[in-house]
């Protein structure tokens, strides 16, 4: 993802004030986290067939990237790869790790630009357009151009290490979906290691009419699909991804892996923060295993792309932007301790009580909301104010505990079966303290308006390999930031010698298989980088004064948007 310049930097990341007790942690768990948090007797068959997505939880962008951004960047006088790299960079320090980049052929030079930055990119050539219309006219290509076309792009960057998928249709009517399944079938064959997939949005399902789209579903290891309820036609309804799109979906495919894009451009209407993680954390307790947003506006600006398009999070001037923010303070969470619930089985029917605070067996607390009715029936709806979503398996379960209420604050007891003796905050990875009752054991929760987090119940040994697990992957993203912040800093004349040599070791270390040493030299690295950057006043000066600057980018945005030429 991209940064404004090469000076531009995020700072001090949490992992290093956690490093003592990370290192800890992984010498006591050594070589067993993966075998201790995958649970392959009984794991989705998706993942089985592709490995590479056990560790993976997707969080990005639809249109993260797309021929806007050509548009963009010449406009602002510079090259493509420039404006792309600082894109990427940016999406990375919101810890985006997956994007969809539209109408766009993910090539090998793209890829290898996304994996500098730990992005996987699902390629998204409109090779099927040639051939069917999103209504389902036929046009010139025929279906042999088509699948030689794919044939021939697939077998270029099917062994990339940054390839997330084939993208093979958008938002099509269901007549398109017999063309697609005969792609989907096709890439399956020529790659049966990475899923192939279309961008679903026609509900409900089960039309007889249009059967078709049922069987292509059923057909999928992976279900990409949109809904976009933050408008007046919805009666700003958050939870309605959660309860009819991913639940529709459940229905002819349970297997499959759901991959909901949520709305985060204005659609008539912008989503308010609160609304943003309903839409999130609802969608996620429903059993969705990834999440990406519509739509990233770093790409691109209307006078550069000659289109009144939609405002979307972020802006192209790489500014402090709230929705992107809160995108990034989520993502922080879920893409380190989202991957523990992936290979788990989605629980509806879990057994998790809800209380009021300190009160387990009492009436839980709800809040009244009015939809319009799309998808569903119009008129209030009565919601719990704190919800629980669950995942099981053998091991360990994890909680998607969540307040649904967008304008309140709200507490409460939850309370778990006897027979899980642990739980662990996976956002602090913190014990919570059980109270033990005749229902089973509770603990207290208070949460922000529409906010949630991930919480792990188990024994002992799953708590130690799901703190040691969250913590490697908030390390890793830790290392990258830190060597990318190395990098900007020798382009402008640091002696990062030090720094660097630091890195090279704690690479090694990780390599090694000894994450304690590797967590410690991460550290050192940390401060040896500061250090050097305040022996260089010219670079920090620039540095400080653009980073004070990001915060007024966003009111400049807002001001050239609505500028008169």
């Not at 993966?34 to 997707?58: I, K, M, N, S, T």
């Not at 994996?115 to 390629?123: F, K, P």
């Not at 913590?471 to 990258?480: E, M, N, P, Q, T």
Request: charged content about 20%; aromatic content about 10%.
């Amino acid at each position: 993802m991209r940064k404004g310049t090469v000076v531009t930097t995020a700072r001090r990341h949490s992992f290093f004030r956690l490093a003592p007790w990370f290192c800890l942690a992984l010498a006591l768990i050594g070589g067993s986290l993966q075998a201790a948090e995958a649970e392959v007797a009984d794991e989705p068959a998706a993942l089985g067939r592709y490995p590479y997505l056990r560790d993976l939880f997707p969080y990005g962008f639809w249109l993260a990237d797309a021929p806007h951004t050509e548009r963009l960047a010449q406009a602002l006088g510079e090259t493509y790869e420039a404006r792309r790299a600082k894109l990427f960079e940016d999406l990375a320090r919101h810890h985006v790790n997956a994007i969809l980049p539209a109408n766009r052929a993910a090539l090998p030079a793209y890829l290898d630009a996304a994996w500098e930055y730990g992005l996987r990119v699902a390629t998204m050539p409109l090779y099927l357009g040639h051939h069917v219309d999103h209504a389902g006219n036929i046009r010139d290509k025929d279906l042999e151009w088509v699948k030689s076309r794919w044939g021939g792009h697939a077998g270029h960057i099917k062994s990339h290490p940054a390839l997330l998928g084939y993208h093979v249709f958008d938002e099509p009517h269901p007549l398109v979906t017999p063309k697609i399944r005969d792609i989907t079938d096709f890439l399956r064959q020529v790659d049966p290691t990475h899923p192939a997939f279309y961008t679903q949005q026609n509900m409900p399902l089960g039309n007889k009419d249009w059967m078709d789209e049922w069987r292509l579903i059923e057909s999928l290891d992976v279900l990409l699909s949109d809904c976009y309820c933050i408008q007046q036609a919805t009666g700003r309804d958050p939870w309605l991804y959660g309860d009819v799109t991913v639940s529709e979906l459940r229905r002819p495919n349970p297997e499959a892996l759901n991959w909901p894009i949520i709305q985060a451009f204005a659609y008539s209407q912008w989503p308010t923060l609160p609304e943003l993680r309903i839409m999130v954390y609802h969608t996620i307790a429903h059993g969705a295993k990834g999440m990406f947003f519509f739509t990233a506006n770093q790409s691109y600006v209307s006078w550069a792309t000659d289109l009144g398009f939609y405002d979307g999070a972020g802006n192209p001037w790489f500014g402090k932007e709230p929705l992107l923010e809160e995108i990034g303070r989520i993502g922080e969470h879920l893409t380190t301790a989202g991957p523990l619930l992936l290979p788990l089985r989605y629980a509806p029917d879990y057994r998790a009580g809800v209380g009021p605070p300190n009160s387990p067996t009492g009436a839980p607390e709800t809040f009244d909301a009015y939809v319009y009715g799309v998808l569903r029936p119009a008129g209030a709806l009565r919601l719990p104010a704190i919800h629980v979503g669950a995942f099981t398996g053998a091991a360990y379960d994890v909680l998607v505990v969540h307040n649904d209420d967008p304008w309140r604050a709200h507490s409460a007891s939850v309370t778990l079966g006897a027979e899980r003796q642990r739980v662990l905050d996976l956002a602090t990875l913190e014990l919570v303290h059980l109270t033990r009752g005749r229902l089973g054991n509770s603990f207290e929760v208070a949460m922000e308006p529409g906010d949630g987090r991930l919480y792990l119940a188990g024994d002992d040994a799953a708590v130690d390999a799901a703190r040691a697990a969250v913590l490697g992957r908030r390390h890793d993203h830790a290392a990258r930031m830190l060597r990318l912040d190395t990098e900007h800093a020798a382009r402008c004349g640091v002696d990062t010698t030090a720094t660097s040599a630091l890195l090279e070791r704690s690479a090694r270390a990780a390599a090694d298989g000894d994450p304690g040493t590797a967590g410690e030299v991460l550290e050192l690295a940390q401060t040896s980088l500061a250090q050097a950057e305040a022996g260089s006043p010219d670079y920090s000066t620039v540095r400080d004064a653009i980073e004070s600057a990001r915060r007024d980018f966003n009111s400049v945005d807002t001001w050239f948007a609505h500028a008169p030429i």
